[in-house]
């Protein structure tokens, strides 16, 4: 069966830390690969994406993430957090025939 | 470029009552999703079209929902009769070319439904 798992429900760190946040899928194949952040109130928005070539991927917000295909993992990460990331952070994918299926989610809370 | 709109924002019916949320994708956006996000939970999908024909449905409560997407634009998303755990937040989503590298999903602000 098609899965994303997000291990971690919540996760709090400090202003200026450094954050990763995990994500594991099942799938036959390797899919598309995305990273969404949903603000209180909001739809969600795209971070970074992940298709082929390079595994390391960068995108908005100083965000990257890096896809391990011996782990199925597509790990988010960021060196430096500010406290407007706080925010709850959904890792999904695609399947070829373009059905997107998205974990549970991680709430980042940032302490000053 | 305009993005997903979606109305109502907000909504608050008694159960076994009625509702429908309306969503306009992004121009040119041929794939149009819905999908229920429950409190505490990712968002689940409910039904994806392909212009105005129907791609997956197999989780579409039939019973009770209903979607169409007449003329392959906009889309409505009903429910009838509601239920208590039907209170949830509803987004719509479109896409260029699913399945592709530019399949990413771009969502509206969602219409958040509250069944008392």
């Known amino acids: 069966a098609q899965s994303v798992t997000q291990p971690d429900i919540h996760i709090t760190v400090s202003e200026g830390a450094s954050l990763e946040l995990r994500c594991n899928y099942s799938?036959?194949?390797?899919?598309?690969l995305f990273w969404y952040v949903q603000s209180p109130g909001q739809g969600l928005q795209l971070l970074l994406k992940?298709?082929?070539?390079?595994?390391l991927v960068q995108g908005i917000k100083g965000f990257e993430a890096e896809f391990k295909r011996s782990q199925s993992s597509f790990n988010l990460r960021k060196p430096s957090v500010h406290w407007s990331d706080a925010a709850e952070y959904f890792c999904a994918f695609n399947t070829n025939a373009g059905k997107s299926t998205f974990g549970d989610g991680t709430t980042l809370t940032v302490k000053p | 470029e305009a993005g997903v709109a979606q109305s109502p924002r907000y909504k608050i019916i008694e159960k076994r009552q009625s509702v429908a949320f309306w969503c306009n994708p992004i121009s040119g956006h041929a794939t149009l999703y819905w999908y229920q996000q429950i409190l505490g939970q990712g968002p689940k999908l409910l039904i994806q079209?392909?212009?105005?024909?129907?791609?997956?449905d197999s989780q579409l409560p039939k019973d009770r929902f209903s979607a169409e997407r007449l003329k392959g634009v906009d889309s409505t998303l009903k429910i009838q009769p509601a239920k208590l755990e039907d209170s949830a937040v509803y987004l719509c989503?479109?896409?260029?070319?699913?399945?592709?590298?530019?399949?990413?999903?771009?969502f509206g602000e969602g219409s958040r439904l509250t069944v008392l």
């Open positions: 799938y036959g194949a390797t899919p598309y």
């Open positions: 079209f392909q212009n105005n024909g129907v791609v997956d």
């Open positions: 989503a479109s896409s260029l070319k699913p399945g592709t590298n530019t399949g990413e999903l771009f």
């Open positions: 992940y298709f082929s070539g390079d595994t």
